[in-house]
């Protein structure tokens, strides 16, 4: 049993030595700004961590690897149309995102559901230490991108591009990083002013939509989606 308890002490990584290696390497409160320094986030744990085990999880790491071979930077996405749609939750993006959608078949909607591995793998890095669930849900920006990369953006009548559309791409990170290190309105002051800056290698949309709505508006819709 005490054995047992080791090896499961010893597999299980601890979220303080992780927390420490991320904030001396990559200053965690400013968010992550490189796929490389993210993915070796996520190579370090997969190499220690028992519950990163599994096929499936190999073919997520596998899919990594073919972004590193193919290449991806900040102007991958010329050629294309590219919109993020941004907002807080209850703001009506799915709403807009669906509507758009019956109206305009050339329109390629990307949400959290769209890529079938990074929904089934979110569960699990969902259950591992928040730096490390960072780094995954940092890196899931960059399988969106190379999603897009890699389809052709001709539209099926021949005529006209696809426009791609994102519900919720880096921005909603950024943001959600922040607040995670952020607890109070005196810790807002010593946020570096690089942690709003765009990550260095990650394509950039053509254009970014905020939507936005009076809070007991939002907050009446979250309830009927309950």
């Given at each position: 049993?005490?054995?047992?308890?080791?090896?499961?002490?010893?597999?299980?990584?601890?979220?303080?030595?992780?927390?420490?290696?991320?904030?001396?390497?990559?200053?965690?409160?400013?968010?992550?700004?490189?796929?490389?320094?993210?993915?070796?986030?996520?190579?370090?744990?997969?190499?220690?961590?028992?519950?990163?085990?599994?096929?499936?999880?190999?073919?997520?790491?596998?899919?990594?690897?073919?972004?590193?071979?193919?290449?991806?930077?900040?102007?991958?996405?010329?050629?294309?149309?590219v919109i993020?749609?941004?907002?807080?939750?209850?703001?009506?993006?799915?709403?807009?995102?669906?509507?758009?959608?019956?109206?305009?078949?050339?329109?390629?909607?990307?949400?959290?559901?769209?890529?079938?591995?990074?929904s089934?793998?979110?569960?699990?890095?969902?259950?591992?230490?928040?730096?490390?669930?960072?780094?995954?849900?940092?890196?899931?920006?960059?399988?969106?991108a190379?999603?897009?990369?890699?389809?052709?953006?001709?539209?099926?009548?021949?005529?006209?591009?696809?426009?791609?559309?994102?519900?919720?791409?880096?921005?909603?990170?950024?943001?959600?990083?922040?607040?995670?290190?952020?607890?109070?309105?005196?810790d807002?002051?010593?946020?570096?002013?690089?942690?709003?800056?765009?990550?260095?290698?990650?394509p950039?949309?053509?254009?970014?939509?905020?939507?936005?709505?009076?809070?007991?508006?939002?907050?009446?819709?979250?309830?009927?989606?309950?």
């Open positions: 049993e005490t054995d047992n308890k080791g090896t499961q002490n010893r597999n299980h990584i601890s979220n303080a030595l992780i927390e420490s290696f991320l904030t001396e390497s990559f200053q965690l409160n400013c968010g992550f700004k490189s796929f490389e320094a993210a993915l070796l986030v996520l190579r370090i744990a997969k190499a220690v961590d028992c519950r990163l085990q599994g096929l499936e999880v190999e073919q997520f790491f596998n899919l990594l690897d073919s972004i590193v071979r193919k290449g991806i930077n900040s102007k991958s996405f010329e050629g294309r149309t993020s749609i941004e907002g807080l939750e209850g703001s009506g993006k799915s709403t807009l995102l669906h509507n758009l959608q019956k109206g305009c078949p050339q329109i390629k909607v990307y949400n959290e559901g769209t890529i079938a591995i990074v089934r793998m979110k569960e699990l890095f969902l259950g591992l230490p928040q730096p490390i669930n960072q780094a995954f849900e940092f890196l899931c920006h960059y399988i969106t190379h999603d897009i990369i890699c389809t052709d953006p001709t539209s099926p009548d021949g005529i006209s591009n696809v426009v791609f559309v994102i519900e919720g791409y880096y921005h909603h990170h950024c943001c959600s990083s922040i607040c995670d290190n952020v607890s109070g309105e005196a807002v002051h010593h946020v570096f002013s690089n942690a709003f800056e765009w990550p260095l290698d990650l950039r949309p053509d254009l970014v939509l905020f939507l936005t709505l009076p809070t007991n508006i939002r907050l009446k819709r979250l309830q009927h989606t309950m």
